[in-house]
Every structure is written in structure tokens, then in C-alpha cells.
């Protein structure tokens, strides 16, 4: 579908003029519902509304392409205006923006606006297009711009296109390029047309393929591979490297691409970048080295790898768990709450499986991310043994067990989450080394290398190491529930701050379980002094998930779309005593967010033993507020702590690279 199919003559302004933002986003809407595309306007308006909410969809240089994805929309269709005087539209770059372009789209699979979207960005990126348009002073000859760019816009696609399906009869690229950011829209195809650009006018013929949301396009050839003096690597996610062994590879940010393509280029011309070698091993080593990718941001993609995959299994578990609390609530106050019925059982188990996946593929995706498919199992069993806090003492154990010789079955300790990124990054480093041993076998074995060696030798290696740390986390545990019983109960302030703060340091691992465990325990005995305890062992299970949630509402610039979006389901793990919602923001930058949730929990546990708030119940949240002694005191202890834990977080968190939050905001 061409710009020109989408854009009538009903749907044009030139020379109009706005008061303000929401002005011009009604004089849009109203342009739009006039092409007869809305069946809907008002419910179509909160749409776009509310995609501006999440940020602007200016993207500087005057230029502002607001969206929205609704069933509000009939058949899709595309709205444009001049504004010679400008408005204020939130601009990254903070200049006015005197040429808008709208888009509606059905709510379909066919994802029109996203194709729209990425032709339309790539256009914009030409100063004399986009001047071209401000100067038109009819409709037609607005239109007839467009339809004349976009024509050598799409005769330009179809050239590369039998180019790269017949390479031999064209000249190869000197240069190659991948771009691609985590939305895949606007600045996937920005990057890729300044390095075109900017290599044309060097004199160079540089190929770029751009994996967007709509598919990878543009796709580079062996034989391009082959010819090319070196490959751009212009993304700010995974992209594979195998393909390119032998050849300089030179990774950054997506936004270099567009801002940098020249110096990119000059550095490939220079024989400067980083060579990989043909082997996956070689391959992730080189990576590390890469200019502009600093050994932390080589860890942080690998762990940001494992938390996105990790993330879907929080999120599904955790509000089904919730679910289950809060469809029981005749069991409120026993121990079987969350399975008193079979409604309820249903929820909670299923929740809990998905819970139980949660480490295992955190630990696998980190382990794939450093070492490729040959790291994934590996990892995964890794996370397990971790989860599960298997140790070489437990095993001799449970072998006693099994022979009569223990009356008791041994329990294990859970590493948590910490132990299972230590499995990730272990593991996947052990596969590494593998690989790189396994280079001397005979070429013979290439073939049972990744189905029998590297699975086989790696599980065997991260056995034996998970075995071994995890008896560090169960000493930990041991010695801290120690602590705790010989503190006793004479001070129940400080002692309901420090368990709720052990809620926040581990999140489900052994700090957290131990102070858990300290007040169910305790609760059997049934006193006032006991119930005070358990509610502060709660309260502070409850901050960190919830000062997650309430720094992602009202500090956006400080988390990418992708965090702000998991981050509206952690009001609900919060209200439901459901930690683990936090875990893939600790995980992903511990020192910022650790220290603010156990501040925080520490706060509400306090407060909450000053008020004298009470708990029967072992878990529910707030589902069980109905039963907690001093109810209101429970709930402002929870609100101090929470917003002291997310203001805190927020203080700390670094605001968003104006271009990369920019660019956020076009998917």
C-alpha cells in the first residue's frame, strides 16, 4: 500500500494553525473522520490520546507523525497539515512542528500503519522532501510531492530488491549494514538511509537490511556478505553474527546510525573495527570488544536477553495467582487460602507453574545470548538447580533418606534469582569454553558437537558448579534465621523493618524466604506480637513490586515502552504479595533498584509494627485487608513505603537518551 492510496484531498490542511498540542490533535482527528475512515471519532481521538500519553510522537526537526491501532478505524487512511507558525507538539529536539501526519489503522493482523509508518520516516529523513511539503501551497501540489518521492522511493526499493536477487550483474556493496531497534519502525529505517546517504556521498555503495516489526527486508546475500570490507552493526538488539564470521563487524547503538553514519563508515574504511572469527564461540568473544560496547553493555544485552524472555512467565503466573487470592477469599486467615476451592486451586496451581518457569528461563536466555543455542540447555539447567538449591549435602541426604537411614526428608534452599543469573552467565561461558576446546577435534565431529558434546560436558560442568554455590545461599539462610529467632520480639519496629527489607534484597531467594518463613513460622503461636511480625513480612513483599509500577506510571522517561508496559501489571502482583514482579527490573539493574525497594519495604515494615497492624494470614495483600488489624495504618504504611521506594528509584534511574526515548515513542 502506497502513502498516496492512504492520503485524499479531504485530509489535507495547508497553512493551518493550532493553540496547542490537543488542538492540532483535534483538527487531525476531524480531517481524518472526514475521508469517511472513523466510525468512531470520539473513541478514535482517546486512542491517539492515549498514545501520546505514553510519550509524544514528535520526532524533531519540525515533524510530528501521531498513530493509533483501533477498531475505531474502518479502512486505514493517513491525514496531513501544514502549520506555518508551528506548535508545540513536545518535541524531543523542543522545537515547534509545522508538518503532522496521522495515521489510522484498523485493528487487524495486517499491521498497515507499520508499514506506512516506516516508509513515511524514511522519506522524512530528505530535507528537500520535507521542505518541499511546508512550501506546497495547494492540496494537489502537496500530494504530487509525495507521490513523486515516493515513487523513486519505491522504484529505489525495487532496484536493491533485483540487485540482491542477482548480485553477480550488479556491483557488490563495498559496505554492509543490519539496523534495527526494539520497536522496529521509525529508527530501524532512519539509521539505514543515513548510512546510505552518507555512503553515497562518499562515493561508496553501502546495502543496508533493516529487521522491523513488519520483517527483515533488504536481506544481505553470502555472496554481498563475501565482497563487503567490513558490516555496520546499528541496533540496540540481539542480532546474529554468524554469518559474518571473517569479516570486520562494528556494533552500536541504532542511534548512531543515524547520527554518526559517517564516522561508522570511516571506521569500517579504516580497517579498524573488530574482525569475528567463523565459529559461535569467537563470535561472542569479539562482540565484547567491539567499539562503543563496553564489557557492561555486552552483560547487560545478554541479561536484558534473559529478562525479556523471563518477563511473559511473571506477568501470566503472577495475575493468575492473584486471581486464585482473590476468588478465596472464605479461606482468608487459614493456610490453605489461595487453594480453598477448586476454582481458586485452579488458578493458583497453574499460576505457580508458570511462576516455577520464571529462573530456569531467565538463567537459559542469558546462557543463549552468550553462546548461542548451544548455551540454552545448559542455562536452563542451571536456573533449575538454582531455583531448586540442590547441594552435593542435600543429595547425600536424600540418598540417606531413600535407604531408611533419616526418618525426615531434607529440604533444599532456593538459590533465587541471583543464583540464577550466576547459572545464566556461568553457563554460558562454560559453552564457550567448550567451544573454543572443541575446535581441535577432528572435523569428523563437527557434526555431534552441539547435539551430544556441548550439551553433555556443559550440563555435567554446571552441575557440578551449581552444587557447589548453592550451599553459600543455604548457609546465608540458616544464619540469618538464626539472627532473627535471637533478636526475639522486645523491639517490634526495628525488628518489622529489617524483615521487611529481607523481603526486597532477594525477592523470592534466600533472604527473602528466610524472613518469610521466620514469620509463618512464628505465627502458629497465634499472639498479637507474632501477627504484627507477619504483617510487616508482608507489607514489605508488597513495596517493591508496587514502587516498580508507580516509578513506571510517573517517571517514562526513565523505562523503555517494554518496561512501562510490564509495569502496569505490578499494581496488581503488589496489592497481591506477589514479590517476583520486581525481579525483572532487579535483575536488569540491581544497584539502582535493590537499594530503593529495601529502603522502602523497610519504611512500611516499620510503620506498620509503630501501628500495631496485625495479620492472620500468611499471604493475600490487600485481597486480605478485611482481617488485618488497623487497616487504614496498614494501607498508609504501604503508600509511604511504596512511594518513598519508587521516588528513590526514579532519583536514581538515568533519564532516557532524548533520541532513544524519542524513538520509543513511534511504536
Known sequence: MKITELLKKEGIRI???????????????????????????????????????????????????PHAKTDAVSAPGLAAMTLPDGVDYDAPDEEPSDLIFLIAAPDTKDNVHLEVLSRLSTLLMDDDFTDALRAAKTKDEFLDIIDKAEKEKLADEEEKEAESQNPVQSEYPDILAVTACPTGIAHTYMAAEALEKKAAA?????????????????????????HARGIIIAADKKVALDRFGGKQVLQTPVSDGINKPEELIQTILDNKAPVLEGDAAQNAAASAGQQKDSAWHVIYKHLMNGVSHMLPFVVGGGILTAIAFLI?????????????????????????????????????????????????????????LAQQGYTFHYLAQL?????????????????????ALLAGFIGGYLVLGLEKLCDKLPDSLEGIKPVLLYPLIGIFLIGIVMLLINPAMAGLNTWISH????????????????VAAMMAVDM???????????????????????????????????????????????????????????????????????TEGAIPYAAADPGRVLPSCII???????????????????????????????????????????????????????KLPEEEFASEQLG
Open 15 to 65: 497553512g493551518g494553525s493550532a493553540e496547542n498540542k490537543q488542538d492540532a490533535i483535534n483538527q487531525m482527528v476531524d480531517l481524518m473522520v472526514s475521508e469517511g475512515n472513523i466510525n468512531d471519532p470520539e473513541k478514535y481521538k482517546k486512542a491517539v490520546e492515549a498514545r501520546e500519553e505514553e510519550s509524544t510522537t514528535a520526532i524533531g526537526e519540525g515533524i510530528a507523525i
Open 202 to 226: 562518499m562515493g561508496l555503495k553501502l546495502k543496508a537490511e533493516t529487521q522491523g516489526s513488519v520483517g527483515a527486508k533488504n536481506i544481505l546475500t553470502p555472496e554481498e556478505i563475501s
Open 328 to 384: 478465596d477469599q472464605g479461606s482468608i486467615g487459614t493456610s490453605y487460602y489461595g487453594m480453598g476451592s477448586t476454582a481458586a486451586a485452579f488458578f493458583k496451581t497453574v499460576g505457580g507453574v508458570s511462576m516455577n518457569f520464571m529462573l530456569p528461563v531467565l538463567a537459559g536466555f542469558i546462557a543463549m545470548s552468550i553462546a548461542d543455542r548451544p548455551g540454552l540447555a545448559v542455562g536452563f539447567v542451571g536456573g533449575f
Open 399 to 419: 540418598s540417606a533418606y531413600s535407604k531408611g537411614s533419616l526418618s525426615q526428608a531434607p529440604a533444599a534452599v532456593s538459590a533465587g534469582f541471583i543464583g
Open 483 to 498: 539472627v532473627l529467632n535471637g533478636m526475639g520480639t522486645s523491639n517490634l519496629v526495628i525488628l518489622g523493618a529489617i
Open 508 to 578: 523470592g531467594g534466600p533472604i527473602n524466604k528466610a524472613a518469610y518463613v521466620f514469620g509463618t513460622a512464628a505465627l502458629a503461636e497465634g499472639t498479637v506480637t507474632v501477627k504484627i511480625i507477619m504483617a510487616s513480612v508482608m507489607i514489605g513483599g508488597m513495596v517493591p513490586p508496587l514502587a516498580i509500577a508507580l516509578s513506571t506510571t510517573f517517571f517514562k522517561n526513565r523505562w523503555t515502552k517494554a518496561d512501562r508496559q510490564a509495569g502496569v501489571v505490578n499494581y496488581i502482583m503488589g496489592l497481591s504479595f506477589i
Open 600 to 654: 522502602g519495604s523497610a519504611l512500611a515494615g516499620g510503620m506498620s509494627a509503630a501501628f500495631r497492624c496485625q495479620s492472620p494470614a500468611p499471604h493475600g495483600g490487600l485481597w486480605v485487608v478485611a482481617v488485618i488489624g488497623h487497616p487504614g495504618f496498614y494501607v498508609l504504611a504501604l503508600a509511604a513505603g511504596s512511594f518513598v521506594a519508587m521516588l528513590i528509584l526514579s532519583l536514581l534511574k538515568k
